[in-house]
């Protein structure tokens, strides 16, 4: 009896089915946080009438009490139409609250529905009450109001009699609106979206005014992925009940999915203005606005989050996220290190501060959290191929070698650990090695541009520099910003013999470079220095060095 047990103690204290609604809701992220709703402005007009009757309920005054509740939902739907966004279950305990207040029941059933009103109140875990369920049906078997209030708490506690119960009522009551409610339900939790969906559908032509069906069809156009249908849906239900902020929330969700993250940001954050006590939307808001690239915003609500909420590890990994995005490795590993103090068998999370560690030049860390992580799982692919990049820092060719090749064992497409083992065999001078490492990578992916960059780099150093330029150009193809890949054109055209066409591709680069602020790798003059060294086309290098690396210096 979950859900009515949870819906009857919120209507007891002034809350509705939207706050149960969000309370399930969750996306992939796995936050698990108490829900605390708070008392909507929307009530408060109408909570003396729930005031007064709780108190009357509890001091055994159940006529009294219940005649004030029937009669604050009387006033509450006139004025808000509350029975809108009401699901079966809700629809059942008020109509049961009506007809016990308003004597339209039989003298038995009226005894036996206010005696399992009480005793539920009083003691909701006890289930005594279900005793007398099964003693009056067995003398009333034919009873619908008795046969409704068994229906509602096997279809609560999701008993197998339940879908039983339901068809047999509907036989002799097929119009009463809250039956087919609950039939789309069972419909929609069995996974038969499209019947569940022409349920709700049928629902809506009856009462085009109910949002609750307008809302539930949505989830079922979702299932069908058909997300215009499923907003437009969504929609409807707050044109109809613009305070149904449970709608929000889902709309967010979709807007999301759709990586449409404006939109998201903004249902979410309306959500987040109904129900501010809800703190976990926050983690929502920041999420958009890490996508949408706004540093600030996303920083904020996730800070709000945490602060909200310290003991939820997706908090400290959302914000480590966002600062690992943006550069500041620092930040990054402090935020990931208070993760990793909430749950420290997460193989993830130390996979995460190893790469803040690794592009903090802090190598031996991010060996330590790369080696923690594939102790906490063997089959971890990425953190095998991290140690490989680790080990190649540290110029342990055959550590590094080793470690790639268990991760190609783990996943022999794994497109970046060739890249790898090509990077270690050209440091290696095993040409042929790399390139055919390197074109496995291309085979895999021919658009990867960092093996199509470093192959050119392999043919370079093996002196073929025509498929140098080739495969150069490639790299650039796929990513304009490869600049590694971008200065190994003139300079394999410089080798190449040709001087004048090695200086115009040198200024066009530079210039190209300082238009877009590009960062120029230091390898570009490195390369150009190493042939000084060499005393190959020692005189051209100098004059390209000087006229157009450090010309204005």
């Known amino acids: 009896m979950k859900s009515s047990l949870l819906f009857f103690l919120l209507v007891i204290s002034f809350y509705f089915n939207t706050v149960k609604a969000v309370a399930n809701y969750r996306d992939s992220s796995k936050i698990a946080l108490p829900i ?133 009522l509907l036989r002799k009551n097929p119009g009463l609106v809250n039956l087919n409610v609950l039939k789309a339900a069972f419909l929609y939790s069995q996974g038969k979206y499209r019947d569940a969906l022409l349920q709700y559908s049928i629902l809506i032509q009856k009462n085009p005014f109910y949002a609750f069906a307008y809302n539930k069809r949505a989830e079922c156009y979702e299932k069908f992925n058909d997300d215009k249908n499923a907003l437009s849906n969504y929609q409807k239900a707050l044109d109809l009940f613009p305070l149904y902020f449970e709608i929000y929330l889902k709309k967010g969700a979709l807007y999301a999915k759709l990586e449409q993250f404006r939109p998201a940001v903004e249902n979410y954050k309306k959500f987040l203005s109904l129900n501010p006590n809800l703190s976990y939307i926050n983690y929502y808001v920041a999420k958009a606005y890490h996508k949408l690239e706004l540093t600030d915003s996303a920083l904020y609500y996730a800070r709000n989050f945490n602060v909200l909420n310290p003991e939820n590890v997706n908090g400290y990994k959302l914000l480590g996220d966002i600062y690992y995005d943006n550069n500041n490795n620092k930040e990054a590993i402090n935020s990931y290190a208070e993760a990793i103090k909430l749950e420290t068998e997460d193989a993830e999370l130390y996979v995460d501060r190893g790469a803040a560690y690794y592009y903090d030049d802090q190598i031996d860390s991010a060996l330590a959290d790369f080696t923690q992580a594939c102790k906490l799982d063997p089959d971890y692919t990425y953190a095998m191929d991290k140690l490989g990049d680790c080990y190649q820092e540290k110029k342990d060719s055959e550590t590094a070698i080793k470690w790639y090749q268990k991760a190609l064992k783990s996943d022999k497409n794994y497109k970046y650990s060739y890249v790898g083992l090509g990077r270690v065999y050209t440091d290696l001078k095993q040409y042929d090695l790399a390139i055919k490492a390197l074109k496995t990578a291309i085979k895999i992916d021919s658009t990867y541009d960092s093996a199509l960059g ?100």
Not at 456 to 473: M, P, R, V
Not at 531 to 553: D, P, V
């Open 454 to 553: 470093n192959l050119g780099w392999a043919y370079y150093c093996a002196g073929n520099f025509k498929e140098c330029i080739k495969y150069s150009y490639k790299a650039l193809k796929f990513d304009k910003e490869a600049v590694y890949a971008m200065f190994n054109i003139p300079l394999a055209t410089l080798r190449l013999g040709d001087f004048e066409k090695a200086k115009k591709l040198y200024g066009d680069f530079i210039g190209l470079c300082k238009k877009n602020g590009y960062e120029i790798t230091k390898g570009a003059e490195e390369d150009l220095n190493d042939l000084i060294k060499a005393g190959i086309m020692k005189t051209e290098a100098e004059f390209i060095l000087s006229n157009y690396f450090r010309k204005g210096e």
């Open 36 to 168: 605390k709703p708070q008392n909507s402005n929307w009530m408060d007009d109408y909570s003396l009438y729930f005031e007064q009757a709780k108190a009357m309920l509890y001091k055994d005054s159940i006529d009294q009490g219940l005649a004030l509740l029937s009669e604050g939902f009387k006033h509450l739907n006139a004025d808000k139409k509350i029975f809108r966004i009401c699901g079966y279950t809700e629809l059942e305990i008020i109509s049961f609250i009506d007809l016990l207040s308003s004597h339209q029941l039989t003298a038995e059933e009226e005894a036996f529905g206010k005696s399992i009103f009480q005793k539920f109140l009083k003691a909701p875990a006890s289930k005594e009450y279900l005793k007398d369920i099964e003693l009056f049906m067995k003398k009333h078997p034919e009873s619908q109001f008795g046969n409704r209030v068994k229906l509602l708490f096997e279809a609560g506690f999701a008993t197998k009699s339940a879908e039983a119960s339901l068809d047999k």
